[in-house]
């Protein structure tokens, strides 16, 4: 039987308050890529205003340092993922160097099956809006099919969909519920912080702070909500869908 959602909210919680220090150093990684865009936000936005020659080198600079930190917040992501399975599973914890050397081959696996189900999910939606929620659950384990199954592309595609058949209903619910959750009382911490900053006279200064604590709480939940994906995944993987015995040879 599927793990209900309500333990999966405790098993991640009790997980993020076990490891918390050892969650730490990721959830500080995740930070430092929107840190980076947000000082050359600032950057190219005093070059454009006092040297509008620059303009083009900072558009430059700014792709440059973009595509960077969507990589290695991928990256840190994926190690993420890695470390929760090995404090939920393993006897022995992974050191946040050995996540990363361990995932490190299995990046490009990882960008390329999440390329393939993006396209497939974005797909649906165009067509039609029903085809596209479903493909998404169906495929919701493709990325933990690449990192603990071995598999590639439409592998782990096909994979994901084997756990999701037949339960479809119960799978989007717990994966919705948790995240669901975290991502309210992160809506919720992230309004509180900022009220302090309401009274700055400067607008920008203002979106400045915002876009810090925002940051910053996203980065420090990611762990939680990265948790609740592993212990779905798991769960559905050790509770196979029973499949349907097949019919008795007619005699003739």
Not at 3 to 13: D, G, M, P, Y
Not at 32 to 55: E, N, Q
Not at 64 to 74: N, W
């Amino acid at each position: 039987m599927l793990i209900s959602a309500t333990e999966i909210i405790k098993k991640s919680w009790q997980l993020y308050t076990d490891h918390w220090r050892d969650l730490s150093v990721y959830m500080l990684l995740l930070f430092l890529p929107s840190l980076a865009l947000l000082i050359i936000g600032v950057i190219t936005v005093y070059l454009t205003m006092y040297l509008p020659a620059s303009a083009l080198i900072s558009d430059i600079l700014t792709l440059i340092i973009m595509f960077a930190s969507l990589l290695f917040g991928l990256w840190t992501s994926v190690a993420l993922m890695q470390a929760v399975k090995s404090l939920l599973r393993d006897s022995q914890k992974l050191s946040w160097k050995e996540s990363f050397g361990k995932t490190w081959p299995l990046l490009w696996p990882v960008i390329f099956t999440s390329i393939l189900t993006t396209l497939v999910v974005v797909g649906g939606l165009l067509l039609l809006i029903i085809p596209g929620i479903i493909f998404m659950v169906w495929y919701l384990f493709s990325v933990q099919e690449v990192l603990f199954d071995g598999q590639r592309g439409i592998g782990a595609m096909r994979g994901s969909k084997r756990l999701v058949t037949g339960r479809w209903w119960s799978i989007a619910w717990r994966a919705a519920a948790p995240t669901i959750l975290f991502v309210a009382v992160s809506l919720a911490i992230q309004q509180i912080l900022i009220l302090p900053f309401f009274y700055l006279n400067s607008a920008i200064n203002l979106q400045l702070a915002q876009n810090i604590i925002s940051s910053l709480i996203n980065a420090a939940l990611t762990p939680l909500t990265t948790a609740a994906a592993v212990i779905l995944y798991f769960s559905a993987k050790e509770t196979p869908v029973p499949s349907l015995p097949s019919s008795p040879p007619v005699e003739t």
